[in-house]
């Protein structure tokens, strides 16, 4: 491993440890607005090194929106997290089923 991708990787675990930490003082709602931060800057990192894919790119997108969205709407920002999470989930199934297809040369 790289210097440089140490880096990028120690900073994205010295943002999830600091957010843990300073959870412990603030109000409930700043936990998902953290998560979701910790998520694209994880994508960041991948795009950075050349291996994130369209879908990752769109996921990024949409969680760089989800500040905003909640300082409209509470409902808003959930329906749109619960619609982020659906898409990964339909993503996910799509990979394995893509990988069930492959082992059994269906693929």
């Known amino acids: 491993m790289s210097r440089s991708e140490e880096r990028d990787l120690l900073e994205l675990v010295a943002f999830m440890l600091v957010s843990s930490r300073n959870l412990m003082s603030e109000p409930p709602r700043y936990g998902p607005l953290r998560l979701i931060e910790a998520a694209r800057r994880l994508i960041e990192v991948l795009e950075r090194r050349g291996i994130a ?54 693929g």
Do not use: Y
């Open 53 to 106: 894919t369209a879908f990752l790119r769109e996921i990024k997108t949409s969680a760089s929106e989800m500040p905003t969205r909640l300082m409209r709407s509470e409902q808003e920002f959930v329906s749109a997290l619960d619609d982020l999470v659906e898409s990964v989930s339909t993503r996910l199934a799509a990979l394995a089923q893509e990988g069930a297809d492959a082992s059994r040369g269906t």
